[in-house]
C-alpha cells in the first residue's frame, strides 16, 4: 500500500509557515470544497477556535479549513488569516446572495520559551502565508520535523531544559480500491515519544550527558512537578489532525476523532496529563467510497501513532 501525507488526500490541501527569527509557525489544512469534521479534545489545557461548530449537533454541516499554530491563545489569530485567505477567493458558507463565511477552525500548542520573542505570534500575516502555501507551496514530506507551528516543538518537557526537540509529522496510506487516509501531529507533549513496536523511547527527556533518560527517572520528574497553580506549571499539546476522503457524515467524523486519539498514548508516554491540550480533528472530503467506521478508526489511530514517531528529527521506520 502506497504512503502519502495529509495534502496527499484528495480534495485537501496543507501548507505550512514559520519564523526562523521567533521560532514559531502554523498550518493550515484546507478543503475548498467544503469538509465534513469532527473534535476530540482529550486534553485538560486545550486552545481552539470554532470547535463548536464541528459538534454533530451543530448547524454547519461543513467546514473549509483547520489551522494549527503555535503562540498559545495569541497565535488563534492566524485562523483569521486563513479566512480572509479563503474569502478573497470566494470559499465559504453563503450566508447571503453573493456572501460567503469560511468556517476555520483551529487549535494551538504552547511553544514557550521556544518562541524567543514573546513578541511575533503566529497572526493573521502568518495565516495568509500558510493558506498560500497549501495551495502553492510542495508537499509535507513524511518526516518533517521542526516545521510550522512545531518550529520550537519539543518532546519531554516534563524535564524542562532537559527536552529534546520534536516537530510536526504526517504519515498514511491508501488502499486498493481508493480508499485514504493520513495524519499530521504536531508533537510538544509534557511525555516522551516512544516507539509503540519496541516500547523505546526516541525522544524525550534527556540525562545531563545527553542520553534519553530511562521511564524510572521520568517518572521521578513526574513526580516534582509544579502544581496546576503556579506559574512554573508546564502547559503542552500534542495537536493531530486526520484525513479522509471516505465518505462520513458528522456522527462518524467524531467517532473517527476519538478513535483516532487511540494513537497518541501509543507514541506519547505518559500521554494526556494535566498540562497537555492533546486535540484531534477529524477531517473528511467525503470524495472516496464509504467504510466501516472501526476499520477507519483502526487506520486512524495507526496513522496517528506513526505521524508522532516521525515528529522526531532524524527518525524513520526503519530507525
Same mark, same amino acid.
Request: charged residues 20%.
Given at each position: 500500500?502506497?504512503? $502519502? ?20 509557525? &502554523?498550518?493550515?489544512?484546507? &478543503? ?6 469532527? %473534535? ?12 463548536? +461548530? ?98 520550537? +516543538? ?32 504536531? %508533537? ?16 524525550? $527527556? ?31 499539546? %500534542? ?45 473528511? @472530503? &467525503? ?30 521506520? @526503519?530507525?
Amino acid at each position: 500500500m502506497p504512503i $502519502v501525507t495529509l495534502g496527499e488526500m484528495p480534495g485537501f490541501l496543507a501548507g505550512h509557515v514559520e519564523s526562523d527569527e521567533h521560532m514559531t509557525g &502554523c498550518h493550515a489544512i484546507l &478543503c475548498p470544497g467544503g469538509m465534513v469534521a469532527a %473534535v476530540h479534545a482529550p486534553g485538560f489545557a486545550t486552545g481552539g477556535r470554532e470547535t463548536e +461548530a464541528l459538534k454533530p449537533e451543530s448547524l454547519a454541516e461543513r467546514i473549509h479549513a483547520v489551522v494549527l499554530c503555535g503562540g498559545s491563545a495569541f497565535g488563534l489569530a492566524a485562523a483569521s488569516g486563513v479566512a480572509g485567505f479563503l474569502r478573497d477567493r470566494g470559499i465559504g458558507l453563503e450566508v447571503a446572495p453573493g456572501i460567503r463565511v469560511p468556517i476555520v477552525a483551529g487549535a494551538v500548542i504552547f511553544d514557550y520559551p521556544g518562541n524567543r520573542s514573546f513578541g511575533r505570534m503566529p497572526d493573521a500575516e502568518m495565516g495568509r502565508a500558510a493558506a498560500a502555501a497549501a495551495f502553492d507551496g510542495p508537499r509535507l514530506p513524511l518526516g518533517s520535523g521542526p516545521l510550522g507551528a512545531g518550529k520550537s +516543538a519539543r518532546s519531554g518537557k516534563l524535564g524542562g531544559e532537559l527536552s529534546s526537540p520534536s516537530g510536526v509529522g504526517s504519515w498514511g496510506t491508501r488502499l486498493p480500491g481508493g480508499l485514504g487516509i493520513a495524519a499530521l501531529a504536531v %508533537v510538544n507533549p509534557l511525555g516522551c515519544v516512544a516507539d509503540p513496536k519496541t516500547g523505546r523511547i526516541v525522544s524525550g $527527556v534527556r540525562e545531563r550527558d545527553g542520553r534519553i533518560a530511562e521511564r524510572a527517572r521520568v517518572l521521578e520528574l513526574l513526580g516534582k512537578l509544579p502544581g496546576p497553580g503556579e506559574v512554573s506549571f508546564p502547559r503542552n499539546t %500534542v495537536l493531530v489532525a486526520v484525513a479522509t476522503d471516505a465518505k462520513l457524515d458528522k456522527l462518524g467524523a467524531a467517532r473517527l476523532a476519538r478513535m483516532a486519539a487511540a494513537g497518541i498514548p501509543r507514541a506519547i508516554w505518559p500521554s494526556t496529563l494535566l498540562g497537555d491540550g492533546d486535540t484531534v480533528f477529524a477531517l473528511s @472530503s &467525503c470524495l472516496g467510497p464509504a467504510a466501516d467506521i472501526n476499520f477507519l478508526g483502526a487506520l486512524a489511530a495507526d496513522a496517528v501513532s506513526r505521524a508522532i514517531l516521525l515528529s522526531v528529527p532524524g527518525f524513520s521506520e @526503519s530507525s
